[in-house]
């Protein structure tokens, strides 16, 4: 078990181009969360999987981002035309749930995609 | 809806030094609470976490917190601070233990 694995752990990017992170889950884990944290806040949820099927997005994703989990396993985050406001920092986070019930199991983070728009 | 309010964004302490750092919560239903501690340029570690069992837990690297209901609070604390604590540290809600709703952060600072 090597933990959850991101990446690449920083990108820098022109404004309007498009950026896509990968994330690597810990492997019996079913659930997947990606979330964005800026300079001095905490991070915020984006959006999260169960397995294959993306459950639940934030108003925060705007509809220049996109998130896939195929197959259940590692998944992406693309952001397209990306915008100087998109600069922060990627987490992606792992854990086991049951598929029906509450869960007090830990998430695991993985270290992160640093994304700088310049 | 839940949410979580640390006070004070920077805490200064001696080392060897108590460590209370403050965090209050706002849910609708019995929360789950965590702490999370983040090094520069890293992600989040989990300190601790509270599931509705005993209100004192205790977590990892000597930190504790106290669930109070009556206080909506869950501080961290720990009796005495080494260098080697001075971090970021995250408190956190969850509902269901879905996902979470983290507080705007609290670093803290260990002087020698």
């Known amino acids: 078990d090597t933990g959850v694995s991101q990446d690449p752990r920083h990108k820098i990017t022109k404004r309007g181009q498009n950026v896509t992170f990968r994330c690597d889950p810990i492997?019996?884990?079913?659930?997947l969360y990606w979330y964005r944290q800026t300079l001095g806040q905490g991070p915020e949820f984006l959006t999260y999987?169960?397995?294959?099927?993306?459950?639940?997005k934030s108003r925060l994703l705007s509809n220049r981002f996109s998130a896939e989990r195929p197959k259940g396993s590692f998944s992406t985050l693309e952001i397209q035309r990306t915008e100087q406001g998109d600069s922060a920092m990627y987490l992606c986070?792992?854990?086991?749930?049951?598929?029906?019930?509450?869960?007090?199991?830990?998430?695991?983070f993985g270290q992160g995609t640093r994304l700088t728009v310049v | 809806a839940q949410s979580v309010t640390q006070l004070g964004s920077h805490v200064s302490v001696s080392e060897g030094a108590l460590v209370l750092l403050r965090c209050n919560y706002s849910?609708?239903?019995?929360?789950?609470l965590f702490w999370y501690v983040q090094y520069p340029n890293q992600g989040l570690q989990l300190l601790l976490k509270?599931?509705?069992?005993?209100?004192l837990v205790k977590g990892i690297n000597g930190f504790e917190a106290e669930f109070k209901k009556s206080e909506t609070s869950f501080h961290l604390t720990k009796p005495s601070a080494h260098m080697s604590d001075a971090a970021e540290y995250f408190c956190?809600?969850?509902?269901?233990?879905?996902?979470?709703?983290f507080g705007a952060g609290t670093i803290l600072r260990v002087k020698s």
């Open positions: 986070a792992s854990r086991y749930s049951p598929v029906r019930g509450a869960t007090n199991t830990e998430a695991f």
């Open positions: 492997s019996e884990h079913n659930r």
């Open positions: 999987f169960q397995n294959e099927a993306q459950l639940e």
């Open positions: 849910s609708s239903v019995p929360p789950y």
């Open positions: 509270y599931t509705s069992a005993a209100t």
């Open positions: 956190a809600v969850s509902l269901y233990g879905n996902k979470l709703v």
